[in-house]
């Protein structure tokens, strides 16, 4: 039954990464978020269990409008043609911060996020900003996990609190 949710040759490469006969990731492709990927983008964030505010902060005029923020930093990771990652960024000048970071659960080859993460983190650094930072919702341990391995602390000293104008962004 998997064979028919991805093609051969995807299924075949995928083993053959899972199994290290592959050391490159060079057929996955690093490049910016355009207005087009925007639904295979949601399709992602709903695949890998983000929530999604399609009213708000998440619609696409939203999105759209982003992208031409000198502050945002949105990059997508394709494989096969297909997006199997997304990074949003942004920043203040001062700190990084990574909105959203998603790869597809059935994605190949394994860091993907990886390379997204440290795509991201290079453009901050070129931009003299030396701090990144990220929320994390409490239910997520993977993501938790993905950011400590990454070299991420956990602050435990830090509140968070938010104000919203509309209860759907």
């Known amino acids: 039954m998997l064979a028919h949710a991805i093609s051969y040759p995807s299924f075949f490469r995928c083993l053959a990464y ?26 992602l964030w709903r695949e890998s269990g983000l ?3 399609s009213q708000g902060r998440d619609s696409k005029d939203e999105i759209i409008r982003q992208l031409s923020l000198p502050t945002s930093i949105f990059l997508v990771a394709e494989f096969d043609g297909k997006i199997v990652g997304v990074i949003l960024g942004t920043h203040d000048g001062r700190k990084g911060w990574i909105n959203r970071l998603a790869v597809s659960p059935h994605s190949c080859p394994v860091g993907v996020a990886r390379r997204l993460l440290e795509a991201v983190e290079k453009r901050f650094s070129q931009l003299g900003i030396g701090i990144f930072s990220c929320l994390i919702e409490g239910w997520n341990a993977r993501s938790m996990k993905f950011f ?22």
């Open 148 to 169: 400590r391995s990454a070299g991420y602390e956990k602050c435990e000293d830090i509140i968070y609190f938010r104000k919203k104008l509309n209860p759907d962004v």
């Open 51 to 53: 929530p999604y505010f």
């Open 18 to 43: 899972y199994h290290g006969y592959f050391t490159s990731m060079s057929e996955v492709i690093i490049r910016p978020l355009r207005a087009a990927d925007y639904d295979a983008t949601i399709s």
